[in-house]
Nanobody
């Protein structure tokens, strides 16, 4: 049974940085596509970034080079490095696995 646990959210000023982590427990991590989504109040959940088993990456258009997704297969962990944060990035960030599993989410708040 796959479980995902996010960490690293918090409050940061505009222009600052945060690094989110997603710890994966279960089997077949190396074979999974992993990703990050986010959901702001009153808005639909949207894709932030994904990373495939071979390291191929995809980003939502709004990222504009500010975020980097990475994975550590030995640690079974996925990271999202977020730089140049904007107030519009405020949301709950969810980790996702192609095993159709979601994490519980971690709050990111960016103050102006």
């Amino acid at each position: 049974q796959v479980q995902l646990v996010e960490s690293g959210g918090g409050l940061v000023q505009a222009g600052g940085s945060l690094r989110l982590s997603c710890a994966y427990s279960g089997s077949l991590f190396n074979a999974r596509t992993m990703g990050w989504y986010r959901q702001a109040p009153g808005k639909q959940r949207e894709l932030v970034a994904t990373i495939g088993p071979g390291g191929g990456r995809y980003y939502g258009e709004f990222v504009e080079g500010r975020f980097t997704i990475s994975r550590d297969n030995a640690q079974q962990t996925v990271y999202l490095q977020m730089n140049s944060l904007k107030p519009g990035d405020t949301a709950v960030y969810f980790c996702w696995s192609s095993a159709s599993v979601w994490g519980q989410g971690t709050q990111v708040t960016v103050s102006a």
